[in-house]
């Protein structure tokens, strides 16, 4: 079973900032937290990843709370090309580069 | 560049038939992986090769063969495929095995089993 809750889905208007939840409350120390997206008929594209610090790169920033129970996924201004489906993802690094894809979240960004 | 290509973008096959995927990265990574997706499902790890070597086989059976032959080139020899074997096949290659390196997919082939 996947390590990670996502909502099933979320709305989101053109422009504004996407928030995008993900429990992984069993995560352990040595687990990273990845975010990847799969638009519709594509291969999934990476976002972000982190540890345990914040993270901010030119496509989205990570915040990863304290203990490392959750974290969110901020989308600063999302465009109708952000519409997919965002996967939340805990993988060690002593895995082999293992990814366990959940369910993930179906944004769908609205002019 | 950045980029893994899979050949061919769409296969049909029948149930006797002997076929094989292609994919390819020129990034020089030594991790590859295959990935199966169902329609409306997220994908599920197959294979994983390590610097070449077979390091992960997520209790595949045997009628689907990965081969490695060299650090860019990852094979996946299809035999004997039943009709719930339709999917698309996703590559990936990340830059090592261990670490925290991110995934970089392809487009896939979507496989048809009639």
């Known amino acids: 079973d996947a390590k990670t809750t996502q909502p099933t889905s979320m709305d989101c208007a053109e422009g504004r900032a996407a928030n995008l939840p993900c429990n992984h409350s069993t995560i352990s120390g040595n687990e990273y937290v990845y975010w990847y997206r799969q638009i519709h008929s594509q291969g999934p594209q990476y976002i972000i990843h982190?540890?345990?610090n914040n993270e901010t790169n030119e496509m989205a920033s990570l915040i990863i709370t304290e203990d490392r129970k959750s974290s969110t996924l901020i989308l600063p201004h999302a465009t109708l090309r952000d519409t997919a489906v965002y996967y939340c993802i805990v993988g060690a690094t002593d895995s082999w580069g293992k990814l366990q894809f959940g369910a993930g979240t179906q944004v769908v960004v609205t002019p | 560049d950045t980029e893994v290509t899979q050949t061919p973008k769409h296969l049909v096959m029948g149930m006797t038939n002997k076929k094989s995927l292609k994919c390819e990265q020129h990034m020089g990574h030594r991790a590859m992986y295959w990935y199966k997706q169902k329609a409306k499902k997220p994908p599920e790890l197959m294979f994983v090769y390590s610097y070449e070597k077979l390091s992960i086989n997520e209790s595949v059976p045997s009628r689907f063969s990965p081969e490695c032959p060299n650090s860019s080139l990852l094979n996946l020899h299809l035999h004997a495929l039943q009709p719930e074997d339709s999917a698309l096949y996703l590559c990936?290659?990340?830059?090592?095995?261990?670490?925290?390196?991110?995934?970089?997919f392809g487009p896939g082939t979507r496989l048809t089993v009639t």
């Open positions: 982190g540890l345990k």
């Open positions: 990936a290659s990340s830059q090592d095995p261990g670490g925290a390196y991110e995934q970089y």
